[in-house]
């Protein structure tokens, strides 16, 4: 097997373009798991891990750019006020070693549906840079997964960043699972709302083939808000939100949980995490940076 | 291929590593450093974490390619007074989980130092309050033990997290404390 390490983007790029079936691996807590069991004996790696272009965290014109290198113990650290959602998820990943290594980057290319990152890079809005030797490409999250474990990425691409928009409303996150720590998601869901442009966003994760948004629970809760007055919702327009966000999911019944458990935890988190923005937009606060 | 880096301050070379092995793999099998524990070679259990240039990390996720020229810290390099070449002396952590009975088959427990170690350093080497148990709860939370049950570990960072507030308010600064590594930032 071949070993890769290149110091730059640049000579990342290259040696990705050069050896396509390469498998990159940045902090290894997904890579590391196959290998170890010798699920998978790719012909290269492709160690990404010293190349600091991607761990770095900066401002893109209205985005945050996060570098897809950055571990997760950084988002917390740094994004708390600028990606709450996202740091809200970062904080359930695994357990501190793991978010001390594993990136968000990791997470995307990776592609499962359980992965944390995905609803809310989902429900903000997030965009995916790529970049090869031909170029950069930008594509939202919205269009980046295709189906179990396939995305837009092609292969000679890497994950070079993540862009964020300010948040101009609330934002929360809940997952479901056995325990607080190192547990993979039964089902996740976030919620974004964006009082700029009276839009409200969503992300399912681990309810079907890939990461989901329920965008006829969106539209109807961003029809039934109160965007100025900021007036509380009826309880029946809640739970439709509720059924709305469970209906979009396309469970199934595995070791984790039943199909039917999903949805049901599903229409909870919605009711819940609409709850908590509903609260937090009543008193005001867009927790802008 | 060959690997070079530094393990406990010493460099180290390991030759003949297939690149896609662990770092765990290479500390254990190939530089006869078995203080870090394999229990599950997945990330789930931390028996196997070190630090890695200053950070933990479950070294069983890391691959031996991707340790050239990094600094890793083992279980083993916890001990006290080791340049003085004295008698070998028990770091804070580790005297506290004898003295608390937190050890029983003692297999989770080098990973449970070096992750408590960090705690520490995080806290109190950085002159802020010792941890709180939640918090404690929260840095121990991908280390798993089979035996003790948790209480005795948590009175074990406690007591340790106690002790070395105690040093740095005697040395007037937590810089001045020598048993300490997880430089973070
Ligand atoms: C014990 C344990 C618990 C876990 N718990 C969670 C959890 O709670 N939530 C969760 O979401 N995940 C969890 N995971 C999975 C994992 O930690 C995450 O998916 C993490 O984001 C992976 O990031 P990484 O940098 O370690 O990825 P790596 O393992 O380095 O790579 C992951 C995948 O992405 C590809 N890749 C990496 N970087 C790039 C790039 N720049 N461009 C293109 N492709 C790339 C790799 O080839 C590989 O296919 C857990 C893993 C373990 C071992
Ligand atoms: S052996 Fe590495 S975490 Fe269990
Ligand atoms: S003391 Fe036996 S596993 Fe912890």
């Known amino acids: 097997m071949e070993f890769l390490s290149p110091g730059t983007l640049e000579e990342a790029l290259a040696a990705k373009s050069a050896h396509p079936e390469a498998v990159p691996i940045m902090g290894g807590t997904d890579v590391m798991v196959e290998l170890n069991f010798d699920l998978h004996r790719p012909s290269a790696l492709l160690d990404l891990s010293r190349v600091s272009e991607l761990a770095e965290c900066g401002t893109d014109g209205p985005h945050v750019r996060l570098g897809a290198g950055a571990s997760y113990t950084s988002v917390i650290e740094r994004l708390g006020g600028r990606a709450p959602a996202l740091a809200q998820a970062a904080r359930t990943v695994a357990s501190p070693q793991i978010r001390n290594r594993g990136t968000v980057g990791g997470n995307l290319g990776g592609a499962s549906p359980a992965g944390d990152a995905h609803p809310p890079l989902l429900a903000t809005g997030a965009v995916i840079e790529l970049a090869s030797e031909r170029g950069v490409r930008r594509v939202a999250a919205r269009e980046f997964y295709f189906g179990p474990r396939r995305t837009a990425r092609q292969d000679d691409e890497l994950i070079t960043a993540v862009l964020l928009p300010e948040p101009a409303g609330p934002q929360h996150f809940s997952k479901i699972g056995t325990r607080n720590a190192m547990v993979i998601a039964v089902a996740s869901f976030c919620l974004a709302f964006d009082a700029a442009i009276r839009t409200v966003g969503t992300g399912i994760g681990s309810a079907g083939p890939t990461p989901l948004r329920a965008a006829e629970a969106e539209e109807f809760l961003a029809a039934e808000l109160d965007w100025e007055g900021r007036r509380p919702l009826s309880g029946a327009a809640v739970r439709r939100f509720g059924e709305l966000v469970a209906s979009a999911a396309q469970p199934i019944d595995d070791v984790r949980g039943s199909a039917g458990y999903r949805r049901h935890a599903l229409a909870v988190m919605a009711r819940r995490t609409l709850g908590w923005a509903m609260a937090e937009y009543q008193k005001g606060e867009t927790r802008c940076a | ?185």
């Open chain 2, 1 to 185: 291929m060959r690997v070079t880096f530094t393990v406990n301050g010493d460099p180290v070379t390991a030759e003949d590593t297939w690149p896609g092995e662990s770092l765990l793999y290479v500390l254990r099998e190939r530089l006869g450093l078995p203080g870090s524990k394999n229990a599950c070679e997945q990330g789930e259990c931390g028996s196997c974490t070190v630090y890695l240039d200053g950070v933990t990390a479950c070294s069983c996720m890391v691959a031996a390619g991707q340790c050239q020229g990094r600094e890793v810290r083992t279980v083993e390099g916890l001990t006290g007074d080791q340049e003085t070449g004295a008698e070998r002396r028990l770091g804070t952590v580790q005297e506290a989980f004898a003295e608390a009975g937190a050890v029983q088959c003692g297999f989770c427990t080098p990973g449970l130092l070096v992750q408590a170690d960090d705690l520490i350093s995080r806290t109190v080497g950085a002159g802020q309050a010792a941890p709180d148990d939640p918090e404690i709860r929260e840095a121990l939370a991908g280390n798993l033990c089979r035996c003790t049950g948790y209480e005795k570990i948590i009175d074990a960072v406690r007591l340790a997290a106690q002790r070395e507030q105690v040093l740095a308010n005697a040395t007037g600064g937590a810089d001045s404390e020598p048993d300490k590594g997880g430089e973070r930032e």
